[in-house]
């Protein structure tokens, strides 16, 4: 330490002040006399360093007498407090640092140790050898005391050593040498000085002269640690009140944000983030995403810098239920190359229930397993689905409304697709106005009242995954001509943007409509239904598979009692026989909520036909689509009575129209309770 000192510069220049003879310093004290009594500035004289000179200007202008008490210059104990308050982060680092070198310092010894901040308030004192400095508190800057070495320090920002009558007041002149060694904050301003008046003799022994230089070296090194301290103290106390800052700015998110690390781990999670997943934050912290979100290969790539950003579709196990969310994932970053982790920012979509499974969602969670149903039409649709899951051919899939259609889209992205996006959208649904911001999002600006970061389309979130165009046969023609442009192009612009974004997605359309013949009437583009036709599945109506009504039945009243924690309800045999009757114009899912219905109203552990819906319960065969069709034996008497009314109740002529012999005519007509006159 010493050597590096002696080798500075700065420490030399500092040294050479020290050295000046007696002579010298009475030359010094007269003409500090002359300024103060007759106003004389020293000229030319290498012996009155500039900044002393000034600073002795300056303090005889602002008419400080040399001889002032330190005593007056005690600041009340409210100033100081505010004081101690202002200087609390400082204090706290320097006063265990300067204490524990002092352990070194013999008590005897004639040395001051003095810390003063950046306005030169007396802080702390520790050995005090003058009286008057007995108590930190006290204003000596040199606005109140006149010129000291360490105003000076402070105001220059560099150790300064002052020699006896160089100090403007004669009690703080008492140690002839005087050492202010400043302490700079993390932003390189003064925060403190730290000061020790030294007692130097013309003649020193040599250990005297060791003495001297080790504890010139023990302060400088002492003003460094305090001052490497308090960098680490206010950067740790600026993390933290950012920490806060941030923890209030994030719980007012409703989005869940979690941050992880390089190698995924989750180090923080906004309160919207627990409540979402339902834990809290200290059994979160430390775990892996993927243990909480699902593993999700863009999250990789974020992580590793070969993706910039990504959108994923998830269904988060939450608190409530799934939930189907989108995970906008962003690196943080320490500088441009540095990846220190990601923000996982998980908007939640819609909350998926049971019962309204008909969503707008961003992530397919059935697989043909779910697809339920032996019967050979249902077997067929599925195997073929199955078998084209694997190429990127586009599917039309057709069936009646709630026949699963959506369930087959699920299926099949699934199957090939399972960690892509998976969106769907229901042509029907969106309002016409909204439809192309919706497919293409905008950019930030674009819209009064639109999120001011832009948004990304559903189109965009697609990309590499599977885009579900549900209800298709819905969407207006004009619609249609931009769909088809994207399905050509494979790429869009957002609205108010500048650029084309390549996309790259599987289309899955689905309708209840008979599209063809909408081709024909010009109510469809002809062009778009053989881009999405690639490969038609007709899905069967439940009436077409007919046998599959009491299996899939038994299946929801058991998903149902098991989701109400019941005993698996008995059926009333006339429940089976009514439900097979019934031709469900809903299919399995009106099929679905009957069951559901059912368990939710049974008596006892039996659904009996009144619990059943009462557009089921008030079904009859007559009242079926079927009822045109008249049994064969009321068509035969309808006739009988036409044409005996034709033939004004003429039996010869009635029966030759008929074909009916006499005879059977009239057993007929006996039958009917025909009043027969006496035909005979
Ligand atoms: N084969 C099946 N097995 C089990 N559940 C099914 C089956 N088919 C449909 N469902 C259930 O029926 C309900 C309706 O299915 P889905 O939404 O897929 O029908 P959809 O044909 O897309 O209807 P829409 O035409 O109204 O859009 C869902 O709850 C689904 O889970």
């Known amino acids: 330490m010493n050597s590096v000192l002696e080798t500075s510069s700065e420490f030399q220049e500092l040294m050479s002040f020290m050295h000046l003879q007696p002579q010298q310093l009475d030359e010094i004290t007269k003409y500090k006399e002359r300024l103060i009594n007759f106003n004389e500035l020293p000229q030319d004289n290498t012996l009155i360093r500039k900044e002393i000179a000034s600073s002795w200007l300056r303090s005889q202008q602002r008419g400080i007498?040399?001889?002032?008490?330190?005593?007056?210059?005690?600041?009340?104990?409210?100033?100081?407090?505010?004081?101690?308050?202002?200087?609390?982060?400082?204090?706290?680092?320097?006063?265990?640092?300067?204490?524990?070198?002092?352990?070194?310092?013999?008590?005897?010894?004639?040395?001051?140790?003095?810390?003063?901040?950046?306005?030169?308030?007396?802080?702390?004192?520790h050995n005090p050898c003058v009286a008057q400095l007995k108590t930190p508190g006290i204003d000596i800057s040199e606005e109140a005391v006149g010129t000291a070495a360490h105003s000076l320090s402070a105001a220059l920002g560099k150790p300064v050593c002052t020699v006896g009558p160089e100090t403007y007041n004669y009690v703080l002149q008492k140690g002839n040498v005087v050492i202010s060694v400043p302490i700079h904050d993390a932003k390189d301003n003064v925060a403190a000085v730290f000061t020790i008046p030294y007692y130097r003799k013309?003649?020193?022994?040599?250990?005297?002269?060791?003495?001297?230089?080790?504890?010139?070296?023990?302060?400088?090194?002492?003003?460094?640690?305090?001052?490497?301290?308090?960098?680490?103290?206010?950067?740790?106390?600026?993390?933290?009140?950012?920490?806060?800052?941030?923890?209030?700015?994030?719980?007012?998110?409703?989005?869940?944000?979690?941050?992880?690390?390089?190698?995924?781990?989750?180090?923080?999670?906004?309160?919207?983030?627990?409540?979402?997943?339902?834990?809290?934050?200290?059994?979160?912290k430390g775990r892996h995403y993927s243990e909480l979100l699902g593993h999700f290969s863009q999250v990789s790539g974020v992580l590793?810098?070969?993706?910039?950003?990504?959108?994923?579709?998830?269904?988060?196990?939450?608190?409530?239920?799934?939930?189907?969310?989108?995970l906008k994932v962003e690196p943080l970053l320490i500088d441009q190359n540095d990846i220190a982790g990601a923000i996982i920012r998980v908007c939640s979509i819609k909350q998926t229930s049971i019962t309204n499974e008909k969503t707008e969602g961003f992530s397919a969670v059935h697989t043909f397993?779910?697809?339920?149903?032996?019967?050979?039409?249902?077997?067929?649709?599925?195997?073929?689905?199955?078998?084209?899951?694997?190429?990127?051919?586009?599917?039309l899939l057709i069936g009646d409304t709630g026949t699963g259609k959506e369930l087959f889209a699920q299926a099949i992205h699934n199957e090939a697709l399972p960690e892509k996006p998976f969106v769907a959208i229901n042509c029907a649904s969106i309002p016409q106005n909204l439809i192309e911001s919706e497919l293409f999002g905008y950019e930030g600006g674009t819209f009064t009242g639109a999120d001011k970061n832009g948004r990304i389309g559903k189109v965009e979130m697609a990309n590499g995954g599977t885009l579900f165009l549900d209800e298709i046969g819905d969407m207006p023609l004009d619609l249609q001509a931009v769909l088809l442009r994207v399905l050509e192009d494979k790429r869009v612009l957002r609205i108010g943007g500048n650029k084309y974004i390549p996309?790259?997605?599987?289309?899955?359309?689905?309708?209840?409509?008979?599209?063809?013949?909408?081709?024909?009437?010009?109510?469809?583009?002809?062009?778009?239904?053989?881009?999405?036709?690639?490969?038609?599945?007709?899905?069967?109506?439940?009436?077409?598979?007919?046998?599959?009504?009491?299996?899939?039945?038994?299946?929801?009243?058991?998903?149902?009692?098991f989701r109400l924690k019941l005993p698996i309800c008995d059926v009333d045999p006339a429940v089976w026989r009514k439900i097979t009757q019934y031709e469900w114009p809903g299919n399995i899912r009106q099929l679905k909520s009957a069951m559901f219905l059912a368990v939710n109203i049974a008596q006892n552990g039996v659904i009996q036909l009144c619990d059943l819906p009462d557009e089921v319960v008030g079904f009859s065969d007559s009242s079926s689509k079927y009822g045109r069709f008249k049994p064969l034996s009321e068509l035969e008497k309808n006739a009988i009575m036409d044409v005996m009314a034709y033939t004004d109740n003429d039996l010869i002529k009635a029966s030759k129209i008929l074909g009916l012999s006499r005879s059977t005519l009239y057993r007929r007509l006996r039958a009917y309770n025909f009043p027969l006159k006496d035909t005979n």
């Open 304 to 326: 590793h810098g070969k993706i910039s950003t990504a959108n994923v579709a998830a269904t988060i196990n939450g608190v409530n239920g799934n939930k189907q969310c989108v």
């Open 503 to 561: 996309v790259n997605f599987r289309v899955i359309a689905a309708t209840n409509k008979r599209v063809y013949e909408m081709v024909q009437q010009r109510t469809f583009r002809e062009d778009l239904y053989y881009r999405l036709a690639t490969c038609k599945i007709e899905i069967p109506s439940l009436q077409q598979r007919s046998t599959d009504i009491i299996p899939l039945a038994q299946f929801f009243i058991k998903q149902q009692c």
């Open 369 to 395: 397993k779910d697809i339920l149903g032996e019967n050979p039409k249902i077997i067929k649709a599925k195997q073929l689905a199955n078998k084209i899951a694997y190429s990127d051919l586009s599917v």
């Open 65 to 125: 007498l040399p001889k002032t008490s330190l005593r007056e210059k005690l600041l009340k104990p409210s100033q100081f407090k505010k004081v101690l308050k202002d200087n609390q982060l400082l204090l706290h680092v320097a006063e265990p640092i300067i204490t524990q070198g002092l352990r070194f310092i013999s008590k005897n010894s004639p040395y001051t140790f003095g810390l003063t901040d950046r306005n030169g308030i007396l802080l702390s004192v």
């Open 202 to 284: 013309y003649k020193h022994t040599k250990e005297e002269e060791a003495l001297f230089t080790w504890l010139i070296a023990w302060q400088f090194s002492t003003a460094r640690k305090i001052e490497e301290a308090l960098a680490q103290a206010s950067h740790k106390f600026h993390t933290a009140v950012q920490c806060s800052i941030l923890d209030s700015a994030l719980s007012m998110v409703n989005d869940g944000l979690l941050f992880i690390d390089h190698r995924g781990e989750i180090s923080y999670i906004s309160q919207g983030g627990e409540q979402l997943l339902g834990l809290n934050s200290d059994i979160i």
